[in-house]
């Protein structure tokens, strides 16, 4: 078997698994499945990564050529945003069982099929070549984000589910309207094909029109700013484990299609003319930015926190795609990877908390540095990490975002940035001052450290922040392919 | 409804018409219009006909809710099967040719069969949606005795 008919059971080996762990009985079983696929799927993904940078691979699903057939198309941008989904999934999983054991009572087969399901439907949308098969993908890993998001222990997760699905089931179809228009005109939906036909048509207010809906669509999955409504009660009351796997993974894959469906399919210099995306994702970029930190600041809920931080955060990944330049969106390739991360270890460090206390409000934080050391320790390096500080991982993507606005000849961005990240600096500090500088209150009961199944994946995760911004060769090598491969020769011209 | 003589009769005669009909949409699938989708859908109203007259309980002595649930899988299962038979004599996924000798009966087994996954996972689907509905009165009725 070779390594290009290897590659699609990153997807396939979850997607099969989930039947199965549904019929398995108990805790333990559905977990180790769940567990052993998607260290499968990141095997498969790390080995593909490497020949993709090469030249991308294809594969055609039961050998119906495209594109008349479903292909998987799988460059350096793909293979990255793979390879951090699977991998992503793996650590939370490694975290998440004590964490659901806790939250959920019963047998749970069901639900470590829909995370199975849930992580094939990203892994999906990440590798396929065709827009629709993106769209089936979509429903998919939305539809069982959603059950997840009901087993949250609190009733409002049920409430914020279902606000979460009537968002994303406007934003998905946004995307198939989109992708629909873009069918009726070329009479194709395979992605290559669809950037060699579109130049014919490029001129009509059909095609136009595809593109507004595509960017809209997307632009509602990944949280932009005014489209961002359904993100902070989904991510707070979600069950603490899915909160680490969706807070790393589904707004990066949505920003994915986002950048392919402009750069792969409808080429770069046209998408950029014909709609003034330029301005629009700088505004909303920059306003997701503020006003996500803003918000976060007064947040009592820590999850709510790290909800709007994510908003604030994803402002700068849309800020390197307004740049529209090859160091842009490098910037957003490689925030998209650490911000993965250390949005994953924040989650991970207050699950554990919540594991232990019970509580995610800030009052529960109030002198825990003396009593759960480990894990405070863990929350504050993190912290270190998305404000930015040297030798992180998120100091090398702002570092690289301000070079690249440096670049782009828009110096007024880097004071933005770097306000911004300030704003960071209080919201992190909030916590670590109501953990070490708050003594406990007399009423609560002491608390011991975590155990070290929960303390070794989260010093894991905080681990690769700081492995990752020492040693930058990977995500540096990779967002930069990325962004070359997307800049690549495959675009239309207008 | 079990008490209404007419409406007795009628789904008496109706319901094994429409599991016929079911079936017959399931294997013409591959050559005329319909496939698994819309056969399981048929068939599952027919079970949903019979709840709808004779009450859940005695609908539930027929299949049992677990056996919908393990249907259900199974019927994934079985698409997945055929997608990795394929992989295994050395063709792609879900590619049929190298199932059988013959092109024509190779392409004509595996859509077969792949549709027959999708009609008993639809069909399940959509009685055990409706066994949840159903069964929503009694469910609350347990949560509000728990409550009290």
Request: with cysteine; hydrophobic share 60%.
């Given at each position: 078997?070779?390594?290009?008919?290897l590659?699609?059971?990153?997807?396939?080996?979850?997607?099969?698994?989930?039947?199965?762990?549904?019929?398995?009985?108990g805790?333990?079983l559905?977990?180790?499945l769940?567990?052993a696929?998607a260290?499968a799927s990141t095997?498969i993904?790390?080995l593909?990564?490497?020949?993709?940078?090469?030249?991308?691979?294809?594969?055609?699903?039961?050998n119906?050529?495209?594109?008349?057939?479903?292909?998987y198309?799988?460059?350096?941008?793909?293979a990255?945003?793979?390879?951090l989904?699977?991998?992503?999934?793996?650590?939370?999983?490694?975290w998440g069982?004590?964490?659901?054991?806790?939250?959920?009572?019963?047998p749970q087969?069901?639900f470590?099929?829909?995370f199975?399901?849930?992580l094939a439907?990203?892994?999906?949308?990440?590798?396929?070549?065709?827009a629709f098969?993106v769209f089936?993908?979509?429903?998919?890993?939305s539809?069982?984000?959603?059950a997840?998001?009901?087993?949250?222990?609190?009733r409002r997760?049920?409430?914020?589910?279902?606000r979460?699905l009537?968002?994303g089931?406007?934003?998905?179809t946004?995307?198939?309207?989109?992708v629909?228009?873009?069918?009726i005109?070329?009479?194709t939906?395979?992605?290559?094909?669809?950037?060699e036909?579109?130049?014919?048509?490029?001129?009509?207010?059909?095609?136009?029109?595809?593109?507004a809906?595509?960017?809209?669509?997307?632009?509602?999955k990944l949280?932009?700013l005014p489209?961002h409504?359904?993100?902070p009660?989904?991510?707070?009351?979600?069950?603490?484990?899915?909160?680490?796997?969706i807070?790393g993974?589904?707004?990066?894959v949505?920003?994915y299609?986002?950048?392919?469906?402009?750069?792969?399919?409808?080429?770069?210099?046209y998408?950029y003319a014909?709609?003034?995306?330029t301005?629009?994702f700088?505004a909303?970029?920059l306003?997701g930015?503020?006003i996500?930190?803003?918000?976060a600041?007064?947040q009592a809920n820590?999850k709510?926190?790290l909800?709007?931080?994510?908003?604030s955060?994803v402002g700068?990944m849309?800020?390197g795609?307004a740049?529209?330049?090859?160091?842009?969106?490098?910037?957003?390739f490689?925030?998209?990877?650490?911000?993965?991360?250390?949005k994953a270890?924040?989650?991970?460090?207050?699950g554990?908390?919540?594991?232990r206390?019970?509580?995610?409000?800030?009052e529960a934080?109030r002198?825990?540095?003396?009593?759960?050391?480990w894990?405070m320790?863990?929350?504050?390096?993190a912290?270190?990490s998305?404000?930015g500080?040297?030798?992180?991982?998120g100091?090398?993507?702002k570092?690289y975002?301000?070079l690249?606005?440096m670049?782009?000849?828009?110096?007024?961005?880097?004071?933005l940035?770097?306000?911004?990240?300030?704003?960071?600096?209080?919201?992190?500090?909030?916590?670590i001052?109501?953990a070490?500088?708050?003594s406990?209150p007399a009423d609560?009961?002491t608390v011991?450290e975590?155990p070290?199944?929960?303390?070794?994946p989260?010093?894991?995760?905080v681990?690769?922040?700081f492995?990752?911004g020492?040693?930058?060769?990977?995500?540096?090598?990779g967002a930069t392919a990325?962004?070359?491969a997307l800049?690549?020769p495959?675009?239309?011209?207008p | 409804m079990r008490?209404?003589?007419?409406?007795?009769?009628?789904?008496?005669?109706l319901?094994?018409?429409?599991m016929?009909?079911?079936?017959?949409?399931?294997?013409?699938g591959d050559?005329s219009?319909?496939?698994?989708?819309?056969?399981?859908?048929v068939f599952?109203?027919?079970?949903?006909?019979?709840?709808?007259?004779?009450?859940?309980?005695?609908?539930?002595?027929?299949?049992?809710?677990?056996?919908?649930?393990?249907?259900?899988?199974?019927?994934?299962?079985l698409?997945a099967?055929v997608g990795?038979?394929?992989?295994?004599?050395?063709?792609h996924f879900?590619?049929?040719?190298?199932?059988l000798?013959g092109?024509h009966?190779?392409?004509?087994?595996g859509?077969?069969?792949v549709e027959l996954g999708?009609?008993?996972?639809?069909?399940t689907?959509m009685?055990l949606i409706f066994?949840?509905?159903?069964?929503?009165?009694?469910?609350?009725?347990?949560?509000?005795?728990?409550?009290?």
């Amino acid at each position: 078997m070779t390594l290009v008919e290897l590659m699609p059971f990153s997807v396939l080996v979850p997607l099969i698994a989930a039947p199965l762990c549904a019929l398995l009985p108990g805790r333990i079983l559905p977990w180790l499945l769940a567990l052993a696929s998607a260290i499968a799927s990141t095997v498969i993904a790390a080995l593909v990564l490497p020949q993709a940078i090469d030249g991308p691979l294809s594969y055609a699903f039961g050998n119906w050529p495209p594109p008349i057939g479903i292909e998987y198309r799988v460059d350096s941008a793909n293979a990255f945003v793979a390879l951090l989904v699977s991998g992503l999934a793996v650590l939370a999983t490694l975290w998440g069982r004590k964490s659901v054991n806790e939250e959920l009572d019963q047998p749970q087969g069901v639900f470590y099929s829909l995370f199975l399901l849930a992580l094939a439907g990203l892994m999906g949308i990440t590798l396929t070549g065709d827009a629709f098969n993106v769209f089936v993908f979509l429903e998919i890993s939305s539809l069982s984000t959603y059950a997840l998001i009901a087993h949250g222990p609190d009733r409002r997760a049920l409430l914020a589910s279902f606000r979460y699905l009537i968002m994303g089931t406007v934003g998905a179809t946004f995307f198939l309207i989109g992708v629909g228009f873009l069918y009726i005109m070329t009479g194709t939906l395979n992605m290559a094909d669809l950037a060699e036909r579109l130049p014919e048509v490029a001129d009509t207010r059909t095609v136009h029109v595809a593109l507004a809906f595509i960017i809209v669509g997307m632009g509602l999955k990944l949280a932009m700013l005014p489209l961002h409504l359904w993100l902070p009660n989904a991510y707070t009351y979600a069950p603490n484990f899915i909160s680490v796997f969706i807070a790393g993974t589904a707004t990066k894959v949505a920003l994915y299609v986002m950048i392919r469906m402009i750069y792969t399919v409808f080429g770069a210099d046209y998408s950029y003319a014909v709609l003034p995306l330029t301005a629009v994702f700088l505004a909303l970029a920059l306003a997701g930015m503020f006003i996500g930190a803003w918000t976060a600041i007064f947040q009592a809920n820590l999850k709510r926190m790290l909800a709007w931080s994510s908003i604030s955060q994803v402002g700068y990944m849309l800020l390197g795609l307004a740049l529209g330049t090859v160091a842009g969106l490098t910037a957003t390739f490689l925030h998209l990877f650490n911000h993965a991360l250390i949005k994953a270890a924040l989650f991970m460090a207050v699950g554990t908390v919540a594991w232990r206390v019970g509580s995610v409000r800030i009052e529960a934080f109030r002198g825990l540095g003396r009593q759960m050391p480990w894990t405070m320790t863990a929350f504050a390096l993190a912290g270190l990490s998305i404000i930015g500080i040297p030798t992180t991982a998120g100091f090398i993507s702002k570092w690289y975002l301000i070079l690249a606005a440096m670049d782009a000849g828009q110096p007024w961005l880097v004071a933005l940035i770097v306000i911004s990240s300030l704003m960071a600096v209080v919201y992190v500090w909030r916590v670590i001052e109501a953990a070490w500088f708050q003594s406990r209150p007399a009423d609560a009961e002491t608390v011991r450290e975590a155990p070290l199944s929960l303390l070794v994946p989260l010093w894991l995760m905080v681990g690769l922040n700081f492995w990752f911004g020492l040693d930058t060769r990977l995500p540096v090598a990779g967002a930069t392919a990325a962004a070359e491969a997307l800049f690549g020769p495959t675009g239309v011209t207008p | 409804m079990r008490e209404h003589g007419i409406l007795r009769i009628v789904a008496r005669l109706l319901i094994p018409l429409i599991m016929l009909f079911g079936l017959y949409i399931q294997f013409h699938g591959d050559y005329s219009p319909g496939g698994g989708f819309q056969a399981g859908v048929v068939f599952a109203s027919a079970w949903i006909l019979f709840v709808l007259i004779y009450g859940l309980d005695d609908a539930l002595k027929v299949i049992p809710e677990r056996a919908m649930f393990v249907l259900m899988l199974l019927g994934v299962l079985l698409y997945a099967a055929v997608g990795i038979a394929g992989v295994l004599l050395g063709g792609h996924f879900l590619n049929f040719y190298p199932l059988l000798p013959g092109k024509h009966a190779a392409q004509q087994f595996g859509i077969i069969t792949v549709e027959l996954g999708v009609g008993v996972t639809v069909a399940t689907v959509m009685m055990l949606i409706f066994t949840q509905f159903a069964r929503r009165r009694q469910l609350l009725a347990e949560v509000n005795e728990e409550v009290d």
